[in-house]
C-alpha cells in the first residue's frame, strides 16, 4: 500500500457551502477502516469548524488556521504552532472597520477589498506577517506558516512520511498543501492554476470529488498511477540524446550486479543519497560493513556488536531516519537467519506506518542464496521499493529474481553481467551490440534493448569500507593467505589490522615469497578493491625484488596500510568467524 494518509482541505472541498454531504462522511469512514489516517487541513477557524462539521472526530487530527494550529479530536488538545497576532495591528483593523474580521489563536481572517488595509497596517508597523489569498478571503499569518507546514508537523506527531499522503484541495492555499503530499489531487471546481499544477485532477466536484478520491484509494488503483515528479534521478542515458534516467520511488525491484571494485557500492551510494535528501526513509542491510561510513544514516552494530531487530525497528518509527544494518559483528553463519528475521518485520512496519521507503540489501546473494526456495517477502511493494546489490545475480534465490524488474550492470563487460542475469531468470537477454566494454547498463525487464547510464555522481565523497577492512571479518574468498612457497601454513588475514599482526609473525621466507609474487597488491586490488593503495604497494614489491630485505618491505607495506586505514589499537572483542579457518 502505498498511501496511508489521506489529507483533506474543507471549505469547497469536503463541504459545499459549509456542508458535508452523507456520502461523504461515508467515504470518509471506510478510509479509516481500512487503516489509513485522515486529517482535516483547513483555513477555517478552529471554533468556527468545529461549530458547522460534527464530524471531526473521524479525524486523526485536524490542521487548522492555515497551518497555525493543531487539533486532537481524540484528546481534544490544540496546540498553536506559532505566536500569536500583535494587538496593535488587530486593534487597527478593528478601528478601521475591516469585517468580517476574525481572529484566531495565530490567524488573522478578512475579506477583499480589506487587503489594502492589512498590507498597509503591516508596512507602518513594521511587522513580518504575509498575507495569503483564497478565493476572496484575506488571511495574515507568520512567515513560513501555511498548510504544509502544518501537514508536516501533523505526521511528524504521526511518525508519518509525506511519502505516503495524497492530500486533496480547491484554492490557491493549497498550492503548497498539494505539492507537499505523494500525490496532490484537485476536485473539479478548484481554482484552474491548481488543476494544472496538481498530479490527479479528479472530475467531481466538492465532496463528490472527495467520493471519487477515496474510491481510487481504497481499490488499490491510486497506487499504480506514476507520480512522475516523485522519479528519483540515476544519471543521463548515454549516447545520443542523453536524457534523464529516473527510477519511480515506488513498487521498483532493482538489482545491481557486477564484479567486484566495478563501482556497485558508488552507483548504490549515489542513489542512496538522492533518496534520502527527497525524504525517503531508506535501510541498507550491510552484512560486510561496506557502508559504515555513509553518514546521511544511523549506523547500528560494529565490529565488535551485532545489531538487533527491536535496536532497528525503535529507530526507524520515525520516518525521518534512516539506518544501516551492519551486520558485520555477527558470524557469517547467522547473518542469513537475522535477514529472514528482520525482512518481516519490516514489512510489518511499513504496513503499520508506511515507512520504510526503500530496503537496501548488500551482498543479496549471501542472505538469499540461490538453493533458498522462498525469501520473506512476495511484492517488492510490500517494502516500498527493493534494490539488491550482488557480484553473482546467478548466486540468488529464483524467489528474489523473481521480485526484479529493472537490472543495473556495472563495471566490466556488463553484457555477460546481464546475460548472466536473463539466464538466472529465464528470460532472453539484451542484445549485446551497442552496449561498453565498461561503466553502467540499465536493463528494464520488460524492454527489448538495455541502455548505458552515466550515472548522476553523489555529492559527498565516502572513505569505502575502511572500518569493514581494517577491523572487521571479511569472508573466506575475499581474505588473504599466508602460505609460504611450499604451502606448509595456511594463515588467514580476515582484515587488515590480522594482516599486518600476522606478517610480522611470519618468517622472512614466507613474507618475500608473496611480496615477489607481487600477491599483496593483488589481494588490496580484487578484495579491498583499494586501486590507490594496490598501486603503491605494488611499487614496493617491484622496488624490493632481488634485494631480499624482508624487515624494511613489511616496514614500508604496513606503513602505507596505517597511513590510509585507521587501524584498532586492540583487535576487536568479538572474532565472529574465531572457528572458520
Same mark, same amino acid.
Given at each position: ?17 459549509g ?15 481500512s ?19 460534527p ?24 496546540d498553536?504552532l ?10 487597527r ?12 489563536a495565530?490567524i ?32 495574515v ?6 498548510k ?7 505526521l ?29 489531487a ?5 481554482? /484552474?492554476?491548481? $488543476?494544472?499544477?496538481?498530479? +490527479?485532477?479528479?472530475? =467531481?466536484?466538492? &465532496?463528490? %470529488?472527495v *467520493?471519487? !478520491? ?11 498511477? /506514476?507520480?512522475? $515528479?516523485h522519479?528519483?534521478? +540515476?544519471?543521463?542515458? =548515454?549516447?545520443d &540524446?542523453? %536524457?534523464? *534516467?529516473? !527510477?519511480?520511488p ?11 571494485g ?8 549515489a542513489?542512496l ?13 550491510d ?28 529507530l526507524?518509527?520515525s ?5 544501516v ?5 555477527m ?8 535477514f ?12 503499520r506506518?508506511?515507512h520504510?521507503?526503500?530496503?537496501v540489501v ?9 538453493e ?13 521499493s ?17 521480485l526484479v ?9 556488463p553484457?555477460?553481467t546481464?546475460?548472466a ?35 548522476e ?7 569505502r ?13 575475499k581474505?588473504f593467505?599466508?602460505?609460504?612457497p611450499?604451502?606448509?601454513?595456511r ?16 618468517d ?22 583499494d ?31 596505517e ?19
Amino acid at each position: 500500500m502505498r498511501y496511508h494518509v489521506l489529507a483533506c482541505d474543507f471549505d469547497d472541498t469536503l463541504a459545499t457551502r459549509g456542508a458535508v454531504a452523507d456520502e461523504t462522511v461515508r467515504a470518509l469512514e471506510r478510509v479509516s477502516r481500512s487503516g489509513r489516517r485522515l486529517l482535516l487541513v483547513t483555513g477555517r477557524e478552529l471554533d468556527d469548524l468545529l461549530a458547522v462539521f460534527p464530524h471531526a472526530d473521524l479525524f486523526d487530527l485536524v490542521v487548522a488556521e492555515n497551518g497555525a494550529l493543531l487539533y486532537d479530536p481524540g484528546e481534544r488538545t490544540r496546540d498553536t504552532l506559532a505566536p500569536p497576532p500583535p494587538e496593535e495591528f488587530v486593534e487597527r483593523l478593528k478601528g478601521q472597520g475591516v469585517t468580517p474580521l476574525g481572529v484566531g489563536a495565530v490567524i488573522v481572517a478578512t475579506r477583499e477589498p480589506y487587503d489594502e488595509q492589512v498590507n498597509d497596517a503591516i508596512r507602518d508597523f513594521g511587522l513580518e506577517l504575509q498575507v495569503i489569498r483564497n478565493k476572496g478571503a484575506v488571511m495574515v499569518l507568520p512567515p513560513g506558516v501555511n498548510k504544509a507546514s502544518g501537514l508536516a508537523t501533523a505526521l511528524r506527531r504521526l511518525n508519518l512520511s509525506q511519502h505516503n499522503v495524497v492530500a486533496v484541495g480547491d484554492a490557491e492555499n493549497d498550492h503548497a498543501f498539494l505539492a507537499a503530499a505523494e500525490c496532490g489531487a484537485a476536485v473539479a471546481n478548484a481554482v /484552474p492554476a491548481l $488543476r494544472a499544477q496538481c498530479d +490527479l485532477p479528479l472530475d =467531481g466536484e466538492d &465532496g463528490a %470529488g472527495v *467520493v471519487e !478520491l477515496a474510491e481510487l484509494l481504497l481499490s488499490g488503483e491510486l497506487d499504480e498511477r /506514476p507520480i512522475p $515528479r516523485h522519479d528519483v534521478l +540515476l544519471g543521463r542515458a =548515454g549516447g545520443d &540524446g542523453g %536524457g534523464e *534516467v529516473r !527510477l519511480p520511488p515506488y513498487g521498483s525491484g532493482l538489482v545491481v550486479a557486477g564484479p567486484s571494485g566495478g563501482g556497485k557500492s558508488t552507483v548504490t551510494t549515489a542513489l542512496l543519497e538522492r533518496l534520502i535528501e527527497g525524504g525517503h526513509q531508506c535501510v541498507v542491510i550491510d552484512p560486510e560493513g561496506d557502508y559504515a561510513e555513509f553518514p546521511e544514516a544511523a549506523v547500528l552494530g560494529d565490529p565488535d556488536r551485532p545489531p538487533g531487530v527491536e535496536e532497528v525497528l525503535k529507530l526507524l518509527e520515525s520516518p525521518e531516519q534512516s539506518a544501516v544494518v551492519n551486520m558485520i559483528g555477527m558470524a557469517l553463519r547467522d547473518r542469513p537467519a537475522f535477514f529472514a528475521e528482520l525482512l518481516p518485520r519490516l514489512t510489518a512496519l511499513r504496513t503499520r506506518l508506511g515507512h520504510p521507503h526503500w530496503v537496501v540489501v548488500d551482498e543479496a546473494h549471501h542472505l538469499m542464496p540461490a538453493e533458498l526456495q522462498e525469501v520473506p517477502i512476495k511484492d517488492v511493494r510490500a517494502l516500498g521499493s527493493l534494490l539488491m546489490i550482488t557480484v553473482h545475480p546467478e548466486a540468488l534465490s529464483p524467489a528474489a529474481l523473481r521480485l526484479v524488474g529493472t537490472v543495473l550492470a556495472v563495471g566490466a563487460r556488463p553484457g555477460r553481467t546481464l546475460a548472466a542475469f536473463a539466464d538466472a531468470l529465464g528470460r532472453p537477454a539484451p542484445p549485446g551490440d551497442g552496449l561498453p566494454e565498461g561503466g553502467v547498463v540499465l536493463w528494464r525487464c520488460d524492454a527489448d534493448r538495455a541502455q548505458p547510464v552515466e550515472v548522476e555522481p553523489a555529492r559527498t565523497e565516502r572513505t569505502r569500507h575502511r572500518r569493514k577492512y581494517a577491523a572487521g571479518t571479511m569472508s573466506k574468498d575475499k581474505s588473504f593467505y599466508f602460505t609460504g612457497p611450499a604451502n606448509r601454513l595456511r594463515l588467514r588475514a580476515r582484515n587488515l589490522h590480522t594482516f599486518i599482526e600476522l606478517s610480522e609473525g611470519v618468517d622472512e621466507e614466507t613474507w618475500l615469497y608473496h611480496l615477489e609474487r607481487g600477491d599483496y597488491s593483488r589481494w588490496i586490488r580484487e578484495s579491498l578493491g583499494d586501486d590507490e593503495l594496490a598501486d603503491a604497494v605494488a611499487g614496493v614489491e617491484r622496488c624490493e625484488r632481488g634485494e631480499r630485505d624482508a624487515r624494511d618491505s613489511l616496514r614500508r607495506v604496513t606503513a602505507l596500510i596505517e597511513e590510509r586505514y585507521t587501524l584498532p589499537s586492540e583487535p576487536t572483542k568479538y572474532d565472529p568467524d574465531h572457528d572458520d579457518r
